[in-house]
């Protein structure tokens, strides 16, 4: 299962890593007005978090569509459970690091907020 465990924790992190690029190619566009590029970040980034963890409560997935299935040669059927699990807990635990970097911009905007 460890082999099912990482290719459904890189479906995840190849999402996330998008977002996280989309999201940097924003702030790098917004550069020139700092508190914009600041609230940007804050905001998406607050937004990546929350799709993220709805993802982890999403009632249907399309299983047909992940990485996941390669491990299993064919045997689908028994493991969507044990998959389904896995997706919501990798999307659970990237949510909580983006939320960590969430609070850190948002901590940012506040205080470039105050200082200007």
């Known amino acids: 299962m460890d082999r099912l465990r990482s290719a459904v924790e890189a479906h ?5 890593g998008f977002g996280v690029l989309a999201i940097a190619v924003v702030v790098a566009t917004l550069s020139g007005h700092s508190r914009m590029a600041l609230d940007a970040t804050a905001i998406l980034l607050t937004l990546e978090t ?6 982890s409560e999403a009632r ?5 569509r992940m990485e996941a299935w390669l491990p299993l040669d064919g045997q689908d059927g028994r493991h969507r459970a044990r998959i389904k699990a896995l997706f919501a807990e990798a ?4 949510s909580r690091r983006l939320a960590a970097a969430a609070a850190i911009a948002w ?3 506040i205080a470039a907020r105050l200082s200007f």
């Open 50 to 55: 929350l799709i993220l963890w709805r993802m």
């Open 91 to 94: 999307c659970r635990a990237y």
């Open 12 to 16: 995840v992190r190849r999402f996330a």
């Open 107 to 109: 901590a940012a905007d």
């Open 60 to 64: 249907a997935i399309p299983f047909g």
